[in-house]
């Protein structure tokens, strides 16, 4: 069974740093690309960031870019997202997602989430 | 810049037939969008419905379809259930690793 478990989230001030971090099993992990995906309060989704499955081209959404870094260790199957220069409008649910297969470009499995709250 | 939309709200009558559709501010939603579908029940993760137009993720009802109707994709709930009231969001692939949700719409089965 696939299994995406997010850790990492928290209450971090404007302008601080956080690290999210996903958790991957059930499947081969470096065959897959991966995406993190957000929910703010009362909204929609909206999608971060993504990345193949050998770690190469990185895809950032534009509210990501310049803050947020996206990676992964294929060794370990996990997954990070890497936030700088928080915002209060960063605060969100932040969904760890597992793509489809090569080429199919969606989000097949989702994990249950990790929250992020930007406050002072 | 080119923004992914959808229905606000839609309702459905219990064993009725309902159609969300999926578009752009500019252009048409084709198959080259890979338009996917996902369904979201308050508090719940999502959960992917339909990849690549219409192909059905796994465990997904057949009264749940997609296509492309025109200059839009779209979601055709046919024998709605009470269960299927929940917020539906459609994601378009935009080319170059990018995807885009639409902002959602919540169905009311009444």
């Known amino acids: 069974e696939v299994q995406l478990v997010e850790s990492g989230g928290g209450l971090q001030q404007p302008g601080g740093s956080l690290r999210l971090s996903c958790a991957a099993s059930g499947f081969t992990f470096s065959r897959f690309g991966m995406d993190w995906v957000r929910q703010s309060p009362g909204k929609g989704l909206e999608w971060v960031s993504g990345i193949s499955g050998s770690g190469g081209s990185p895809n950032y959404a534009d509210l990501a870019k310049g803050r947020f870094t996206i990676s992964r260790d294929n060794s370990n199957n996990m997954l990070y997202l890497q936030m700088s220069n928080l915002r209060p409008e960063d605060t969100a649910v932040y969904y760890c997602a597992k793509g489809g297969e090569r080429g199919t470009h969606f989000t097949a499995v989702w994990g249950k989430g990790t929250t992020v709250t930007v406050s002072s | 810049q080119t923004v992914v939309t959808q229905e606000p709200s839609l309702s459905v009558s219990p064993g009725g037939t309902v159609i969300l559709t999926c578009g752009l501010t500019s252009g048409s939603v084709s198959t080259y969008y890979y338009p996917s579908w996902y369904q979201q029940t308050p508090g719940q993760a999502p959960r992917t419905l339909i990849y690549?137009?219409?192909v059905r993720s796994s465990g997904v009802p057949d009264r749940f379809s997609g296509s492309i109707l025109g200059n839009r994709a779209a979601l055709i709930i046919t024998g709605a259930q009470s269960d299927d009231e929940s917020d539906y969001y459609c994601?378009?692939?935009?080319?170059?690793?990018?995807?885009?949700f639409g902002g959602g719409t919540k169905l009311t089965v009444l």
């Open positions: 690549t137009t219409n």
């Open positions: 994601m378009l692939y935009m080319g170059g690793g990018i995807r885009v």
